[in-house]
């Protein structure tokens, strides 16, 4: 199903984000967690490409298990660093995996790497389209703005160009204050922005997350997280507890406010994505069922 079409079916949707893994012997790995996130039954799963600046060949692959398994994928796309020919490539092995929704980004730079033929994902999002490639276009947003970025209302006039350009749908960084959430959805609105847009929850169950994914993407950490860290940092198990407490009395606040959907970056752990989905299953099944939208 295109995504277009899932956001006009569904008040609030639910999705999980996996990473495909880096060597061939982790795809048992992934197997075991795919079929485990089967049994919530998702409205989508996406799948991460080249995170981080590995050239990660799986995406297509684990996008086909995806399906396989009855799940809808998103398959995560990026361009920088890379030339017209080797992303048409790509992006023909997603049709031949029979993906029919992107997540078109830009992607980290890397370092020491040799310019490629894009400089910005709605780059990306035209040459799809100028290649004559159906897919159902989403791309990211960012409620705390873009590193890169000198003010969020610039970075929002550069989100426009790109729902400009045909994008369906938005995925958010990672946050962990909604107040971030609700500011920069007055701001997208205001723009005239009005595809539906998604909040990424990372539920922080481990603590090497902190020093990890978390720093990389710069988001703020609330008073209440630092004190969960101090306090259970060397306690996993409380950790574990304390992360998927947090996350989903971040989620029921999100969902308070009329969130068009929750992307849940669980970093591959299923037992994380059924503990989260069991809490707030009952909200969704609510929400879903009131207005048949
Ligand atoms: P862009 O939309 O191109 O924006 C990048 C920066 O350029 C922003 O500061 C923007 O304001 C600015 N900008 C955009 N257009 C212009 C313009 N015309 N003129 C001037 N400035 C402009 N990375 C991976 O490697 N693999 C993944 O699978 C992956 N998945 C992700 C999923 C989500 C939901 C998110 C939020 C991020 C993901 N990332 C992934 C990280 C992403 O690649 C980085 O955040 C990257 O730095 C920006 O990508 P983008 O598509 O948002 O870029």
Redesign the pocket.
């Known amino acids: 199903m295109r995504l277009a079409d899932l956001f006009k079916s569904k008040k609030a949707v639910l999705s999980f984000?996996v990473?495909p893994p880096k060597v061939q012997s982790g795809m048992e790995g992934i197997n075991a967690t795919l079929a485990s996130l089967g049994d919530l039954a998702p409205d989508y799963v996406?799948v991460?490409?080249?995170?981080?600046?590995s050239r990660n060949a799986h995406t297509a692959e684990v996008a086909r298990k995806v399906r396989a398994l009855g799940m809808e994928p998103l398959a995560?796309i990026?361009c920088?660093n890379s030339t017209a020919g080797e992303v048409k490539n790509a992006l023909s092995e997603l049709a031949d995996a029979g993906v029919e929704n992107v997540?078109?980004?830009?992607?980290?730079?890397v370092e020491g790497a040799t310019a490629g033929d894009f400089?910005?994902?709605?780059d990306l999002i035209r040459f799809i389209r100028e290649q004559g490639f159906s897919f159902d276009i989403s791309?990211?947003?960012?409620p705390e703005?873009?590193?890169?970025?000198d003010s969020l209302r610039?970075?929002i006039?550069?989100?426009k160009?790109?729902v400009d350009l045909g994008v369906t749908h938005l995925?958010?960084?990672?946050f962990f204050d909604n107040d971030d959430f609700f500011r920069f959805m007055d701001m997208v609105r205001l723009a005239g922005i009005n595809v539906p847009v998604q909040a990424?929850v990372m539920p922080l169950v481990k603590a090497s997350q902190f020093g990890g994914i978390v720093k990389m993407?710069a988001a703020k950490i609330p008073s209440k997280i630092s004190r969960m860290y101090a306090r259970f940092a060397d306690d996993p198990e409380s950790l574990t507890e304390a992360g998927i407490a947090y996350a989903t009395d971040q989620i029921i606040d999100l969902l308070s406010g009329g969130v068009d959907g929750i992307?849940l970056y669980i970093m591959n752990n299923a037992y994380v994505a059924r503990r989260i989905t069991e809490n707030i299953r009952p909200f969704l099944a609510k929400l879903n069922s009131e207005d048949g939208k």
């Open positions: 984000e990473f996406s991460t490409y080249s995170a981080g600046g995560h990026t920088v997540l078109a980004l830009r992607g980290d730079r400089s910005y994902a709605s791309a990211a947003c960012y703005g873009h590193p890169e970025c610039d970075d006039t550069n989100l160009r790109k995925n958010t960084q990672l990424g993407t992307h």
